[in-house]
């Protein structure tokens, strides 16, 4: 992930930390270049550099497009359910502890699937006290990952970051919603961002 990051950037290996210090690094500096919107395509083509393109499509990265034909599309419950765990299963490396539980009651209305199992929790995220911006989150973190999620492999999960307690919840099998976007944008500033509050001078407001 680190070189898939400073390959986006164009940046020399050597100028960024070894290991999850230059994620943070290369998250931050890839934060600072461009509009949110930029910064979101530039981590939605890093979470896609890390799938294999097999086997072959024209129209997409291999594995993540017959991952959305032949099951999102078809089994979109059970889709939710193996993205659950599979994130479940590689993501502690990179927000730290982790746990999978249920679906709360108030998601019912428009879920896929029954739930069980379909909502990750993370804990106190290690990304996100590490970069310690909340533009960091949303523009490197939670809108290309549901973009990902959503898009390329066309399994419905939205992302609910908590600012006050660093914690997170990735929702499978329910979409995002405009409401809940607009208040990941809103949250006012770290007052240990790093970035002095920058990230939020753009014609497209997003959090700092």
């Not at 393109?53 to 959305?68: D, I, Q, T």
């Not at 929790?121 to 533009?135: D, N």
């Not at 290309?144 to 307690?165: I, K, L």
């Not at 914690?167 to 329910?174: H, P, Y």
Request: with cysteine.
């Amino acid at each position: 992930f680190r070189t898939g990051l400073i390959a986006e950037l164009g940046d020399e290996d050597d100028k960024y930390r070894t290991g999850f210090g230059g994620i943070v690094e290369a998250a931050n500096a890839m934060a600072k270049q461009g509009k949110p919107a930029d910064v979101t395509a530039r981590a939605r083509s890093v979470l896609q550099s890390l799938f294999p393109n097999w086997p072959p499509s024209p129209e997409a990265v291999g594995l993540l497009y017959w991952f959305k034909v032949l099951f999102a599309t078809r089994l979109p419950a059970l889709s939710a359910k193996l993205c659950a765990a599979a994130t479940f299963a590689f993501g502690h490396w990179l927000m730290g502890p982790l746990q999978l539980v249920d679906l709360n009651d108030d998601d019912d209305d428009d879920r896929i699937g029954d739930g069980r199992g379909q909502l990750l929790l993370v804990k106190r995220c290690r990304f996100l006290e590490e970069s310690a911006c909340a533009s960091v989150c949303v523009n490197a973190c939670k809108m290309p990952t549901q973009a990902f999620f959503n898009e390329d492999m066309g399994v419905p999960m939205r992302m609910e970051p908590d600012y006050e307690t660093l914690s997170c919840e990735f929702k499978f099998g329910v979409r995002p919603s405009d409401e809940d976007e607009a208040a990941a944008r809103s949250v006012a500033c770290f007052a240990a961002c790093p970035h002095g509050g920058q990230l939020r001078i753009d014609p497209s407001p997003a959090p700092d």
